[in-house]
């Protein structure tokens, strides 16, 4: 099961609260585990200028301003910019199926702050892991739905409705989900 570039959509029985009605664009997998970001949980109480004072990083009169995430549970001080592809610094940047980057340098945040950087961007801080297949084990559980993930999903300024709308995309209205899980 390839699940890097698929977004994975928390189902209503999720036992682990933080991740409730959360949507994950997951970032890498291989049978070492899984790595993803949590894409519609934005961080009230942090803003990225906020962040960018904290981190001395110079804002230019025309310097952009992202929105900032709570990632996932794992080093939530650690920053990643998940990105359109159009940016890359090297080595600091990781290409996500899909047509994705994943940089946690501080250069995609000075060239942010001064104005330029990825034509779309959101910062995460912290990620989401699973070990060796404990992410195979959780869908087999019916604790996530996967499918792929959309640019325009990703991306989209309603982190509210993402949860409803990536259902919505796979043709499955959120009011007929059931928290039990099911064989035949």
């Given at each position: 099961m390839e699940l890097a570039g698929q977004i994975l959509?928390?189902?209503?029985?999720?036992?682990?609260?933080?991740?409730?009605?959360?949507?994950?664009?997951?970032c890498a997998h291989s049978d070492e585990g899984s790595m993803g970001l949590i894409i519609n949980k934005p961080l009230e109480e942090l803003s990225?200028?906020?962040?960018?004072?904290h981190l001395k990083i110079p804002v230019a009169?025309?310097?952009?301003?992202i929105r900032v995430h709570l990632g996932g549970?794992?080093?939530?001080?650690?920053?990643?910019v998940l990105h359109s592809p159009?940016?890359?610094v090297g080595r600091g940047t990781m290409a996500v199926p899909g047509g994705f980057g994943m940089t946690a340098t501080t250069d995609i945040l000075e060239a942010l702050a001064s104005g330029g950087g990825p034509d779309k961007a959101l910062l995460a801080l912290g990620y989401s892991g699973w070990g060796p297949g404990q992410l195979e084990a959780e869908i087999a559980r019916n604790d996530w739905l996967t499918c792929e993930a959309p640019d325009g999903l990703v991306f989209a300024p309603d982190d509210g409705g993402k949860w409803s709308a990536a259902l919505r995309g796979m043709g499955i209205d959120p009011l007929t989900l059931s928290a039990a899980a099911g064989r035949a």
């Open positions: 959509i928390a189902m209503p029985g999720m036992a682990d609260p933080r991740f409730d009605r959360s949507v994950i664009l997951v990225f200028s906020g962040l960018l004072e009169p025309r310097g952009r301003d549970p794992v080093e939530r001080g650690r920053g990643f159009d940016w890359e």
